[in-house]
């Protein structure tokens, strides 16, 4: 069975920086877009940021522009998720999903993803 690992979450202090990744285990994902989702207890699953399948296109949510940085080495087979100048809003259980399609959707519903991995807890706090 094809999953998605996430992982590199942890507790960092606000202000700082943590790098997500994102590999499958049992296939190659360099067809399809990757995006990244956070969500905390009681609210929904929000889109924080999405890279095309060729790393060309990307898209981020505004709360997290200028701070958050996508990237894909698709000879790694691995997507990343730079985080810096962290803020405890961040703090999350971060979720990476394949798309459907090679591009981001606009709206970044999770609709558009049919593929997710276990999640990593990012933890912002001093």
């Known amino acids: 069975e094809v999953q998605l690992q996430a992982s590199g979450g942890g507790l960092v202090q606000p202000g700082g920086s943590l790098r997500l990744s994102c590999t499958p285990s049992?296939?190659?994902?360099?067809?399809?877009?990757i995006g990244w989702f956070r969500q905390v207890p009681g609210k929904e699953r929000e889109g924080v940021s999405c890279?095309?399948?060729?790393?060309?296109?990307?898209y981020y949510a505004d709360s997290v522009k200028g701070r958050f940085t996508i990237s894909r080495d698709n000879a790694k087979n691995t997507v990343y998720l730079q985080m810096d100048s962290l803020k405890p809003d961040d703090t999350a259980v971060y979720f990476c999903?394949?798309?459907?399609?090679?591009?981001?959707?606009?709206?970044?519903?999770?609709?558009?993803?049919?593929?997710w991995g276990q999640g990593t807890q990012v933890t912002v706090s001093s």
């Open positions: 049992g296939s190659i994902f360099d067809d399809y877009a």
């Open positions: 999903a394949e798309s459907e399609h090679w591009y981001c959707g606009k709206d970044q519903s999770t609709d558009e993803y049919d593929l």
């Open positions: 890279v095309s399948s060729s790393g060309d296109s990307t």
